[in-house]
């Protein structure tokens, strides 16, 4: 399995500002993921983020709202630019070790983010 | 479109007590189905990963169930806990690029246990 951390566990931002969020796993994943978590809702994938290339994003969400990077196998920072009330959700990073058909996925604890 | 739904919404059992957890799926192609437990304000952890093979798999007092023909599962708890309160997620896998990361997140049961 593979422990997950992310940095800050929870943080309350201005309107128009950015926030960048970190994921370090303990181990190497193949895939790390970034996930919302709205108040009542499931999760919804905004991206896969890609070592040394650009993120992979999910239809309704855009490189220039929600900037990835991923520069080694283990670690992936997701920035939420240009805050608004709406972006309030929770932000989960999780990581996929494809190492049986299972294609298990670990999540970190998540970023509570409050937009003000 | 692919799609789980989960029953109930919410349930309030009593400690000691056992329940079952609801999920339907509509994802094809199916690749396996999982559920996770949600602790308030942490991240989902995996309590069991069934393929379309597999009818039950178990976790101590958890128990999930799969009928792929039907496209259901369920999660069984036996003997409640206080430590069992939390939000149940069934996450199915597959879809487009089947045997990939895709996952579908069912929205939860969440589940109270009371003294």
């Known amino acids: 399995s593979a422990v997950i951390s992310q940095k800050p566990s929870r943080d309350i931002c201005q309107r128009g500002t950015s926030l960048t969020i970190q994921c370090q796993v303990d181990s190497q994943v193949t895939m790390m993921f970034w996930y919302r978590q709205q108040p009542g809702q499931s999760l919804t994938l905004i991206a896969t983020a890609n070592q040394g290339s650009e993120a992979t994003y999910e239809s309704g969400f855009v490189i220039d709202k929600f900037p990835i990077s991923r520069p080694n196998l283990t670690f992936s920072t997701l920035t939420v630019s240009n805050m608004s009330p709406e972006d309030s959700s929770i932000y989960l990073c999780?990581?996929?070790?494809?190492?049986?058909?299972?294609?298990?996925?670990?999540f970190g604890p998540g970023t509570r983010l409050t937009v003000l | 479109k692919n799609q789980v739904e989960q029953s109930p919404q919410s349930l309030i059992i009593l400690e000691g007590k056992n329940c079952t957890l609801q999920?339907?799926?509509?994802?094809?192609?199916?690749?396996?189905l999982r559920w996770y437990k949600q602790d308030t304000g942490r991240g989902p952890v995996s309590l069991t990963i069934?393929?379309?093979?597999?009818n039950t798999k178990s976790n101590g007092r958890y128990t999930a169930t799969l009928d792929a023909d039907t496209k259901q599962s369920s999660l069984h708890i036996t003997a409640s806990q206080l430590s069992d309160s939390a939000s149940y997620i069934c996450v199915v896998s597959g879809g487009s690029g089947a045997g990939s990361y895709q996952l579908t997140f069912g929205k939860g049961t969440k589940l109270s246990v009371i003294p």
């Open positions: 999780s990581g996929g070790t494809g190492s049986s058909s299972y294609n298990e996925q670990f």
């Open positions: 999920c339907n799926y509509t994802v094809s192609p199916f690749s396996n």
């Open positions: 069934m393929t379309f093979s597999e």
